[in-house]
Every structure is written in structure tokens, then in C-alpha cells.
T-cell receptor, first 113, second 114 residues
Framework: KAGVTQTPRYLIKTRGQQVTLSCSPI?????VSWYQQTPGQGLQFLFE???????NKGNFPGRFSGRQFSNSRSEMNVSTLELGDSALYLC????????????FGPGTRLTVL | AQSVTQPDIHITVSEGASLELRCNYS??????LFWYVQSPGQGLQLLLK??????LVQGIKGFEAEFKRSQSSFNLRKPSVHWSDAAEYFC????????????FGTGTRLQVTL
């Protein structure tokens, strides 16, 4: 099985721009979760999509949004980028069952200048 | 809301020595518990997980963890550390019924000396 893929792996943007990150889970997995990892705040849950619907949401401003497609691929969008949005963004796929395990991708490193 | 505490930010052990990484959680009931490892520039790899049942859980790479309800702990252990185990280790909890929403601890960076 191919693993979780995230594109792009690295991204440099400037303040005020917007960015879209992509995540493809393992084949057959219908849930995709997104996490932000920073040195100051650690790993924080952004949101989770299951069967194209947002099922869980963390405490992030509305500038952070996402969506999921019928093939389970998910995109995360951040609008009006701020310096503090610089982070490693990780996505994780899972079957969506309540006792399943999340499998993480390698992450997208976003730098905001 | 649940929370996770990893009291040790950084631990150094000699290769071949035993290892124990501490994890304490706060939650009103028994959560689902996980240990993940992250190498520099990489994503997270699952080492082991606890949902219910036997409180001693075996994982990959020779790791094990023990769930102790009375102490709200889920400590990770390895009897003999290898240099390749150097990485950052994260304990995480998930409230049952909130699928795919992990709450992570701040992580413990493990350094292995030869």
C-alpha cells in the first residue's frame, strides 16, 4: 500500500497571501485529519473530514479551512497568511471508525515571510 | 477536555541502556492512548496504542507501554536502546467517540550516546 502523501513538501509564502495544501490518505481510508506543528505550540488539531464532511474541528481561526473530495483526498487552505502560520502541517488518514489508528504523512513545511 | 503531560523535554541515554518515557493524561474516563515517534523532518510513526484490555501493550521496534489507570499514566519503555531510536516521542490521547482527534503532549526528545 502506498503511504499518506502530502504536496507540496515545502512552501514559502509572504504575509497576506493564501496557500493550499493537499493530502491523499492510504487507499480505502475515508477520514483525513490535519494538524499544525510549531516549536511554541506543539502539535495541534485543526480539523477532520470524513466522507466529504467536516466531523471535528479544533480551535483555529476561520482563515484555516479545508475540504475533502469524493476520492478522500483533502485540501487545507489558509488565507491571509501571518508570520505565525509558519509551521509543519501534517495530515493523517484513517478508516474513520472510532477505534482506528491515524497514519501520518511526511508533512508540508510552510514558511511565511 | 483532555490533556497530556510529558514531563521530560529531553532525555539522554547510552546505547544499550533501558529507557522509560513518561506520559500522564487528564480525562474524565479512560481515553484511547498512543505513542508516536518523529524523526527530524519526518511525519509521525505510530509505535503502539491502547484502546482497552491488557494494560501492557507491545509495539514496534521493541517498545512497550503500560497503562496505569490509578496514576493516569501511559509510560513508554524499551529494555535496550539503539542509536537509531534517537528521535522525538509524542504521547497522545483521544476521547472515545471523537474519532481522529488526537491531543498530543509536548514531546520528549531522546538523544542516544554511543
Amino acid at each position: 500500500k502506498a503511504g499518506v502523501t502530502q504536496t507540496p513538501r515545502y512552501l514559502i509564502k509572504t504575509r497576506g497571501q493564501q496557500v493550499t495544501l493537499s493530502c491523499s490518505p492510504i487507499s480505502g481510508h475515508r477520514s483525513v485529519s490535519w494538524y499544525q506543528q510549531t516549536p511554541g505550540q506543539g502539535l495541534q488539531f485543526l480539523f477532520e473530514y470524513f466522507s466529504e464532511t467536516q466531523r471535528n474541528k479544533g480551535n483555529f481561526p476561520g482563515r484555516f479551512s479545508g475540504r475533502q473530495f469524493s476520492n478522500s483526498r483533502s485540501e487545507m487552505n489558509v488565507s491571509t497568511l501571518e508570520l505565525g502560520d509558519s509551521a509543519l502541517y501534517l495530515c493523517a488518514g484513517a478508516s474513520g471508525e472510532f477505534t482506528d489508528t491515524q497514519y501520518f504523512g511526511p508533512g508540508t513545511r510552510l514558511t511565511v515571510l | 477536555a483532555q490533556s497530556v503531560t510529558q514531563p521530560d523535554i529531553h532525555i539522554t541515554v547510552s546505547e544499550g541502556a533501558s529507557l522509560e518515557l513518561r506520559c500522564n493524561y487528564s480525562y474524565g474516563a479512560t481515553p484511547y492512548l498512543f505513542w508516536y515517534v518523529q524523526s527530524p523532518g519526518q511525519g509521525l510513526q505510530l509505535l503502539l496504542k491502547y484502546f482497552s484490555g491488557d494494560t501492557l501493550v507491545q509495539g514496534i521496534k521493541g517498545f512497550e507501554a503500560e497503562f496505569k489507570r490509578s496514576q493516569s499514566s501511559f509510560n513508554l519503555r524499551k529494555p535496550s536502546v539503539h542509536w537509531s531510536d534517537a528521535a522525538e516521542y509524542f504521547c497522545a490521547v483521544e476521547a472515545p467517540g471523537t474519532a481522529s482527534k488526537l491531543t498530543f503532549g509536548t514531546g520528549t526528545r531522546l538523544q542516544v550516546t554511543l
